[in-house]
């Protein structure tokens, strides 16, 4: 079975700085990563995904995240954080064993304060 | 194109009662979830449909069944409401059954007292 762990409920940054957000994962066979943003009060969006190829995927509103095979993990990047980007992210992985049934870590709350 | 639909926003039951929450996408899409949100657990998978005509459990499908009414719309019926169903839930759609981007709706939050 597979499973993502997020271990940082909430990062607080302030603006304009960089920011790591770090998402694991287990799994016995190959898989796919994905990000996705939750703003408040509304249903999630697809921020990047990886699915086979270049390591290092880059996502939407400047966010990148880099596949690590060795590490098990799929940290999500920013150089320089806004205001707008406080929401919470999920990381999430599936398989094609699990029917491609996504499992979402539990989520990280970055704050972005002034 | 309105993406994936839900009703209500929110509700509040009596333990005991049910409902039915509803779901739409318009764009013919083939597979389609539902899903709970709570603190600190991320998103857990209730019920999918992969295509229309068939409906499997997820991770957590006590308590729930599902309706794959025809290609756009996709009902979670709760049958019995108890307070530990109280959640966010969170229907989505995605093209093919595969590793592809999920879309979702914007929730309903429901409250069981």
């Known amino acids: 079975a597979q499973s993502v762990t997020q271990l940082d409920s909430q990062v607080p940054v302030f603006e304009e700085a960089p920011v790591e957000l770090r998402c694991n994962y287990s799994?016995?066979?190959?898989?796919?990563l994905f990000w996705y943003v939750q703003y408040p009060n509304q249903g999630l969006q697809l921020l990047l995904k990886y699915l086979s190829g270049s390591t290092l995927v880059k996502g939407i509103n400047g966010f990148e995240a880099e596949f690590n095979k060795s590490q098990t993990s799929f940290h999500l990047r920013k150089p320089s954080v806004h205001i707008s980007d406080t929401a919470e992210y999920f990381c999430a992985v599936t398989t094609w064993d699990s029917s491609y049934k996504l499992i979402f870590g539990s989520g990280t709350r970055l704050l972005v304060r002034p | 194109n309105a993406g994936v639909t839900q009703t209500p926003k929110f509700q509040v039951l009596k333990t005991g009662q049910s409902m039915t929450l509803q779901c739409a996408q318009d764009?013919?899409?083939?597979?389609m979830y539902w899903y709970r949100q709570d603190p600190g657990m991320g998103l857990r998978l209730i019920y999918y449909?992969?295509?229309?005509?068939?409906?499997d459990k997820g991770e957590v499908p006590n308590g729930y069944n599902v309706s794959r009414l025809n290609k756009r719309e996709f009902s979670l019926r709760l049958e019995s409401a108890a307070p530990s169903q109280t959640s966010v839930y969170f229907c989505?759609?995605?093209?093919?059954?595969?590793?592809?981007?999920?879309?979702f709706g914007p929730g309903t939050r429901l409250t069981v007292t």
């Open positions: 989505a759609s995605s093209g093919e059954p595969g590793p592809y981007e999920q879309y």
């Open positions: 799994s016995s066979v190959s898989v796919y």
């Open positions: 764009m013919n899409h083939n597979s």
């Open positions: 449909s992969a295509s229309e005509g068939t409906t």
